[in-house]
């Protein structure tokens, strides 16, 4: 057994790993005085050891320089450390140096797979392919120093021994990116190599008012607990937790002063899904309807565990397919709603158009009383606390990206007036947008934070953010969203199902055993057997190509008007068949399967 690293010992900042044939060596070279560790490329077990191998003259191992270890995911026969071969700083949160890593490498620790049974080897194959696409997953921050899973609320709440805690012990486990990763480190007692991981968005800028200087940061912590993409991922689970679930903190650091404000945003709370069919907007199903009221309290009874008084801002259409998503959110919040849960339904398609955002002040004016009843969070100079946020604001649409961080952004941006109103640096009606420089920092780390959010959970930038960037609609803005759209359609059709398998495995959500059935193996037959959406556009394309050269020559020879008609048919007749079978044409998760 391991010995208990020290609870007040730093995660080591650099290291060095060695490829030996038979072992991975990570040796600290930060000045740290600690032991390496070592991996088996056998089985992925670990020990610490005082003295590196002895290097063979033949075979010299290779090095490479890496910063931190993510942890190690056992498959069917094999293990995979991950580990981050590069990062970047981002500035910093709270004082502690923040780092965004921009670089993943999986190191497999398979030897034991060539003993295995053939059955065995083809099921590890297909699942280590999905580590290449985790080692592309975006958005991915870290501390050496501070705990990055808890709001500035949080931390100061943090009792004494707390504090003393490893970094990994302190963390919230639903923000802990790393979480299931880290379990064998933590078995095995590696204090010093436990380095927490969030995914999300880290924005920060100084700007001046007058003589004072003002720190701003915004930073984005995304839940694990029913993480996705986009079409793969809706609604909430049968424990009230929710898809793209993602809280948004913003601070201001000024003359000493830090003030923090929490804001929290979620797919609608009801058991409810879009089976991907390749068309653009797959119909939305509710699934146990009866459940609706109790999945509902669970998720609120959450919120107000965590936050206090929620305020539930739902942004979806009064009509059509989201009206009734959107009637059935508010009869099963009707039964829960109570002085600590309100909500509130604002139609932003109807109010606000595709240009008029600025009518989002009718919304601010419905809220108000809430955002100023509840507060936000304010230490002084000594780091006493003054003020405490008391209750939390829950914004929604259908995808809680576009929508959304327009109002969050507002929200915010009324918020940051009101504390700087409080510490004497805003006049009574002094806004942002009367600082230039102000305000064009704070549309754009707001802008960049919604598009890191949206980019995790749907593959594109979010939508009408120009708006949050430059304060209106533009040409450019739209038309971009035009191409964002199509790309949002491809990608949640033709990819996100492999990205999602990759996600399940990374999160435990899909356990590898050899005992249970293992869907990625299974053969397929009939027509999903040949079915390729490439193959079938490809069709399509050609059927049309030689459509119009026959309808060219038509003015030649007749027949060839009838060749023309012919071509076309079969184009149609096969893009029918493709729309007819949408669902097994897409790129579906194969760990996964609907609710029934």
């Known amino acids: 057994m391991m010995e208990r690293a020290d609870s007040a010992q730093k995660l080591y900042t650099r290291m060095r790993l060695w490829e030996f044939p038979d072992q991975y060596v990570i040796e600290p070279t930060d000045g740290s005085c600690g032991s390496s560790l070592s991996v088996s490329r056998v089985d992925g077990s670990m020990k610490l050891i005082d003295e590196l191998p002895q290097c063979s003259s033949i075979r010299v191992p290779k090095i490479r320089t890496i910063f931190g270890v993510i942890g190690l995911l056992k498959l069917v026969a094999g293990s995979y450390l991950i580990v981050i071969t590069d990062r970047e700083s981002v500035g910093s949160y709270l004082g502690h140096p923040m780092f965004r890593i921009t670089s993943l490498k999986v190191f497999p620790c398979d030897h034991s797979v060539n003993s295995s049974p053939l059955e065995q080897k083809k099921m590890e194959a297909e699942f280590s392919g999905l580590l290449n696409v985790a080692e592309k997953t975006s958005g991915l921050y870290f501390s050496y120093d501070t705990n990055l899973t808890l709001s500035a609320q949080r931390l100061h709440a943090l009792g004494d021994e707390s504090k003393l805690l490893p970094l990994w012990r302190q963390a919230e486990p639903r923000f802990l990116w790393n979480n299931y990763l880290l379990e064998v480190l933590i078995d095995s007692k590696l204090d010093p190599y436990l380095l927490p991981v969030i995914q999300g968005s880290f924005q920060n800028f100084q700007a001046a008012i007058g003589k004072d200087i003002v720190d701003v940061t915004l930073i984005a912590r995304r839940c694990t607990r029913r993480t996705g993409t986009r079409l793969w991922r809706r609604g909430a689970d049968s424990d009230g937790y929710v898809a793209n679930f993602v809280e948004s903190e913003q601070i201001i650091q000024l003359n000493g002063f830090t003030a923090s404000f929490v804001q929290v945003r979620g797919s609608i709370p009801l058991l409810w899904e879009q089976i991907v069919d390749l068309t653009y907007k797959p119909k939305f199903e509710l699934v146990k309807l009866e459940e609706s009221p109790r999945v509902a309290d669970r998720h609120f009874l959450d919120l107000r565990k965590k936050y206090g008084a929620v305020l539930a801002v739902d942004l979806v259409n009064g009509h059509g397919a989201e009206g009734r998503l959107s009637e059935k959110f508010a009869n099963a919040v009707q039964q829960i709603t109570g002085d600590d849960v309100r909500y509130l339904h604002f139609d932003f398609h109807h109010i606000c158009g595709h240009v008029h955002f600025e009518r989002l002040s009718i919304l601010y004016e419905q809220i108000s009383d809430f955002l100023d009843q509840n507060g936000y969070m ?9 003020k405490e946020q008391l209750g939390v604001a829950r914004t929604n649409c259908i995808d809680c990206l576009d929508r959304t961080n327009v109002t969050q952004s507002m929200i915010a941006r009324k918020m940051m007036e009101s504390q700087l109103r409080r510490l004497g640096i805003f006049a009574a009606e002094e806004t942002i947008s009367s600082h230039p420089n102000l305000d064009e920092s704070f549309k754009i780390i707001w802008a960049n934070h919604g598009d890191d959010i949206s980019t995790q959970y749907s593959g594109t930038p979010a939508l009408k953010g120009d708006f949050v960037r430059y304060g209106q609609r533009t040409i450019q803005g739209i038309m971009k969203d035009g191409w ?79 060749f023309s008609i012919l071509w076309a048919s079969l184009s149609i007749a096969i893009a029918g068949f493709v729309r007819a079978n949408g669902r097994i044409f897409c790129n579906r998760p194969r760990l996964h399967k609907p609710r029934s």
């Open 484 to 562: 964002n759209a199509l790309l949002r359609y491809y990608l949640n059709n033709f990819v996100d199902g492999t990205k999602q398998d990759a996600i399940d495995l990374l999160q435990g959500h899909y356990i590898v055993s050899v005992s249970r059935d293992m869907t990625p193996t299974t053969q397929k037959g009939g027509l999903e057997a040949v079915a390729s959406f490439p193959l079938a556009f490809s069709l399509v394309l050609t059927g049309f190509f030689f459509a119009a050269l026959s309808l060219r020559q038509a003015r030649y020879d007749l027949r060839h008007l009838f």
């Open 378 to 386: 304010l230490l002084n100079d000594k780091g006493e606390k003054m």
